[in-house]
């Protein structure tokens, strides 16, 4: 039951749905990525990731990061394997060529991160973080800190990771006490003396690289109190010299790893600063601003695990339930034997569909956002143009990261349920990926967190104003597509969230935040099975249309209309359930006095 990268879906959606060659034409970058060059760069991709990376992924699980005397082991093969990464020069895929980068597309980056998942989870956090600091510092850093440290981590010599939870706030960042000092030593350099502890920090600590490059949130002296007080900083593991050489060991350490659920292989760190020598990289006290690069980055990223675990225990349980013989069926699939395999189980079914229709649903979602990241990064395309696709990935990253991470959850757990009592037992490598995939529930924000940033402050806050490209996009898609059947279910769903949104927008005149809270998550449930809808009909169209010309696999097209009927039939009716549970409003949640949730015996 080994995972292999479904390269021919990837094309599908890359090459037909999104017609990503006609989209790579149109600015720069794009026009080096061929498309004999792509297939290339995936299939080469794909060897990596299933010959280095994948036979690793148990390893990293059972044996773990060691911490010993502030350092962080790697768990035996990760380094090796990274420093191939390295080697065939992985990491710069989609850097800058000023700093040593390919220059390649970020949405091609995206596809193979999405590889890299599938195979190591644990393993992709170290790159993966890695790109998310590159890219900040390229946004936001002065030209010269830019030049000091983008060429080693666009090489992949240095990695970088993201700062922001302390041991008393989460998500309310606002608390955050982590401040920085003005030192008079330091002033020719333009650095700061940084102090404070973050938790929770992703491959915070390791022997994979030479130098861990620090993205940090911190207070400058006198800064206000809240979020608008909060700056961001470079702060090296070892402090780089002009020359770009490394100096002393900085004042960073690492105080201990957590043991964790799951992503065992990835080191998840308390790291201390202690008078270390930072340098910042945002305007005074706009560091969440700044942060934000990395934080959707991020969560974009998070949308791909929670895509990429669905994917795997799909061909899991798929391989499982073609081979194991349990029961009759209806319709006999081996007569001469005592039982069918369980794939002809409707109940089993069920779950496979659902899986499939989460794994791949998802990754035509994920790849609309790289193609929208190309937009609008890309200073070829209009001023226009990129606040068009800044708008599309306001709304879409939330409900790619919000309902792919939920539904992966569901899908992993199904592939335990596929294998019945096997599932549970770990040698069959299933429940890894349910630990694995319950992570990016939380990371960047919880799913809670991911509903009101899409309820409240992006289409509320807008009065609708932020959603009306996406819903543009539906409506062009419906009219031209008017007398199509896929595009017609469509609609009637596509109606639905719309009045619904204007219903919850009619009962937030008065503000009431109980209101907003109560429907935030199923309300972007809601808006993820909607979204979803839209690429599910997109491809039905598409793979009738190749059909009617004779083009591509017969079997394989015919594959993904039969998978947007089933989409349809099976997974949209939840949204009805979840518009009456937004319309039945807060009260039910509200109306009991907390003393009353539980009574036990004197």
């Known amino acids: 039951m080994d995972y292999k990268v479904p390269l021919k879906d990837m094309k599908f959606v890359m090459n037909d749905v999104l017609e990503m060659p006609e989209h790579y034409s149109k600015f720069t970058k794009g026009q080096a990525a061929e498309p004999e060059l792509v297939e290339a760069i995936l299939g080469e991709a794909a060897k990596f990731c299933e010959n280095e990376l994948a036979p690793l992924n148990k390893v990293g699980d059972e044996v773990g990061c060691k911490f010993e005397d502030g350092e962080v082991t790697t768990p035996p093969g990760f380094k090796e394997a990274y420093d191939q990464f390295v080697a065939n020069g992985w990491p710069g895929l989609c850097g800058p060529a000023e700093y040593g980068g390919q220059d390649m597309p970020q949405s091609i980056g995206l596809i193979m991160m999405e590889m890299m998942i599938s195979t190591n989870h644990s393993w992709s956090m170290y790159p993966g973080l890695s790109l998310g600091a590159v890219k900040t510092i390229a946004s936001h850093a ?27 706030c989460g998500s309310d960042l606002g608390l955050l006490k982590s401040y920085a000092e003005d030192d008079a030593s330091l002033t020719e350099d333009g650095a700061y003396r940084i102090s404070g502890s973050k938790i929770f920090i992703s491959s915070g600590e390791h022997d994979m690289a030479e130098n861990i ?16 007080g909060i700056s961001l900083f470079i702060v090296p593991k070892f402090n780089v ?32 600063f202690d008078q270390a020598k930072g340098y910042l990289i945002s305007a005074p006290h706009k560091g969440m601003s700044a942060m934000f690069t990395f934080i959707n980055e991020s969560r974009l990223g998070v949308a791909m695990h929670g895509q990429a675990h669905s994917e795997v225990s799909f061909q899991k349980s798929l391989a499982y339930a073609k081979d194991r013989e349990q029961f009759k069926g209806s319709k006999r699939k081996n007569p001469d034997r005592p039982a069918d395999p369980i794939i002809v189980h409707a109940d089993v079914r069920r779950m496979l569909l659902t899986q499939k229709a989460f794994a791949e649903g998802g990754r035509m979602l994920n790849m609309y956002c790289g193609k929208m990241v190309d937009i609008e990064t890309s200073a070829d395309f209009s001023d226009e143009e990129r606040h068009w696709a800044d708008a599309m990935l306001a709304i879409l990253t939330p409900i790619a990261k919000g309902f792919c991470s939920e539904t992966s959850l569901e899908a992993t757990n199904y592939g335990i ?6 599932g549970f037992i770990k040698e069959w490598g299933m429940e890894q990926e349910v630990r694995d995939a319950r992570i990016s529930q939380l990371y960047e924000g919880t799913t809670g967190i991911q509903g009101l940033d899409l309820l409240g402050r992006k289409i509320l806050k807008t009065r609708m104003e932020a959603i009306k490209p996406l819903w543009e996009m539906f409506d062009e898609f419906i009219a031209e597509n008017r007398w ?21 927008g009619m009962k937030m005149m008065r503000k009431d935040f109980d209101e907003l809270n109560a429907a935030a998550v199923e309300y972007l449930m809601f808006s993820g099975y909607v979204t979803l809808a839209y690429f599910w009909a997109k491809a039905a169209i598409v793979a009738e249309d190749l059909i009617e010309k004779g083009e591509g696999d017969k079997d394989f097209l015919e594959a993904k209309i039969d ?14 359930a979840l518009a009456a549970s937004i319309q039945n409003g807060a009260r039910s949640l509200m109306e009991m006095d907390e003393d009353h949730f539980v009574f036990l015996d004197a």
């Open 241 to 272: 010299n002009e020359d770009g050489s490394l100096g002393e060991r900085n004042g960073v350490s690492c105080g201990s790893i957590e043991e964790k659920m799951g992503i065992h292989g990835n080191s998840t760190c308390v790291i201390n």
């Open 213 to 228: 490059v620090h993205i940090v949130l911190a207070r400058l002296p006198g800064a206000p109190e809240g979020i608008g």
């Open 142 to 168: 002065p030209q010269e800190l830019q030049a000091r440290y983008m060429p080693p981590m666009v090489e992949g010599k240095w990695t970088g990771t993201m700062c922001l939870t302390e041991p008393h």
């Open 484 to 504: 199509n059947s896929h595009a017609k279910r469509f609609k009637a769903y596509y109606k639905s969230w719309k009045s619904l949104t204007r219903s919850i």
């Open 563 to 576: 998978m947007a009927y089933f989409y349809y039939h099976r997974i949209m009716p939840r949204t009805e």
């Open 417 to 422: 349920q596929v294998l019945g009592g096997h």
